[in-house]
């Protein structure tokens, strides 16, 4: 090769690898740029509206970890430095004020190191504001990330705080935030009336398909509430955008809510919570891994794919857990992960899966009853199960009432 053919083929090299860098920073950023929807949260149109829904109030803010801005600036040092209003006392909910704690742990009083303002808590010696805590106050803000599943437990504050604000004729600002898990799905059965539980309250199915805003329009007109509720709605938000749609950072909204994917599972896996089946509690893969002891994981994961469930991929694991139900023990099961999400009905697995499990280990699985009637929301479950319904039959009916409930809700929907 002579050295004119040798800088040919230098600078071909070289327009080769600028073509490449053009493309990966120009074509590629772009299109997935594209495919992602800029969304502007309530806290983030409460800053661009200069704070006009709180001017000249002394405000109370219900928050946690997850009350932060698009930017990730936190919600309770946005509303401390604003000028044109004042903060003066912060609520906590279940898993703290940092979201450190875990599930059930009792939440204590405490005063915020940065702000110096006393955070009372909402999980605690009692889960209501009292009319002490709220006598200061022209409003309270609400600005927590939920994961779009009846029994967790951040709406069912939402709904205590209506009730109580509504007592002492107090404004409640909700700063509204995406359903993660999208605003077009909904699944299981809607909460039986009888059923009145602090993770089971709100009359909505398991997976409720709205965003806080909506399920706190939708609780204060249908209950006849009657509170001053105010809706800083999002902008750029639509129903079928799910979390992954929109631009945003997923903080992990508990300890074992550690990225979205989990949030999904946790419609359906959650449930078995009520039973004595572990859900990964304490590895590195909560509501991705589901067992015990007693559990063939080879069988469970070749029945449930002989159904051929949608939008999953099951295969079968062991796991030993840390903590929690099984800590130390060998647990033998499922791995479920979730390929497409469109397809994927977290709710209809638990279906699946407690039918075989009850076919499969009928002097092994225990479910208990009262706490399966608040996951699945139904005084029938027990019935439908012990009277060896098959799973077909059983989701016949929960869906047909998802869709009935689907229909009700949407004059109370905000996107």
């Not at 059923?195 to 009359?203: C, S």
């Not at 419609?267 to 572990?278: D, H, L, P, Q, R």
Request: glycine share 8%.
């Amino acid at each position: 090769m002579d050295f004119q053919d040798f800088l040919g083929k230098r600078n071909l090299l070289q327009m080769i690898v600028f073509g490449f860098f053009l493309i990966l920073f120009t074509g590629n950023f772009v299109y997935s740029a594209s495919t992602k929807t800029k969304v502007l949260l309530g806290i983030d149109v409460l800053q661009k509206e200069n704070f006009e829904s709180v001017k000249s109030k002394r405000i109370g803010l219900v928050t946690n970890h997850t009350g932060v801005d698009s930017r990730g600036k936190r919600t309770v040092e946005i509303l401390k430095n604003a000028s044109q209003t004042k903060l003066v006392a912060l609520f906590a909910p279940e898993h703290g004020f940092r979201g450190q704690l875990g599930h059930g742990s009792i939440v204590m009083d405490e005063r915020d190191q940065k702000t110096g303002i006393l955070i009372y808590s909402l999980y605690g010696k009692t889960k209501r504001p009292s009319p002490e805590m709220l006598e200061s106050l022209d409003a309270v803000v609400f600005d927590i990330q939920d994961i779009g599943t009846r029994f967790y437990t951040y709406t069912t504050t939402l709904a205590y705080l209506l009730e109580e604000c509504a007592k002492k004729d107090i404004e409640l600002i909700v700063l509204d935030r995406p359903n993660p898990i999208n605003g077009t799905i909904v699944e299981g059965e809607v909460l039986h009336p009888e059923i009145n539980h602090f993770t089971a309250y709100l009359k909505v199915p398991v997976r409720h398909g709205m965003t806080v805003g909506e399920l706190a329009n939708w609780y204060n007109r249908t209950s006849h509430i009657n509170a001053r509720l105010k809706v800083i709605k999002m902008e750029g938000w639509k129903r079928y955008l799910w979390w992954e749609d929109t631009n945003l950072r997923f903080v992990p909204t508990s300890p074992n809510i550690r990225n979205f994917e989990a949030a999904l599972l946790y419609s359906g896996i959650g449930a078995f919570e009520a039973t004595n089946v572990s859900v990964g509690r304490g590895t590195k893969k909560p509501f991705k891994l589901l067992g015990a002891p007693w559990m063939d994981g080879v069988l469970m994961a070749e029945r449930l794919n002989f159904f051929s469930l949608p939008g999953f991929k099951i295969k079968p694991a062991k796991f030993v857990p840390k903590y929690d139900l099984y800590k130390g023990e060998m647990c033998k099961g499922i791995e479920v992960s979730v390929e497409d999400k469109n397809k994927a009905r977290p709710f209809d697995l638990f279906v699946q899966l407690a039918v075989i499990l009850r076919d499969y280990y009928p002097d092994k699985f225990i479910l208990r009853w009262e706490e399966i009637e608040r996951v699945t929301g139904s005084k029938e479950f027990k019935t439908w199960l012990e009277m060896g319904h098959s799973a077909e039959t059983i989701l016949f009916l929960v869906h047909e009432r998802a869709a009935q409930f689907q229909e009700t809700v949407k004059p109370y929907l905000l996107y």
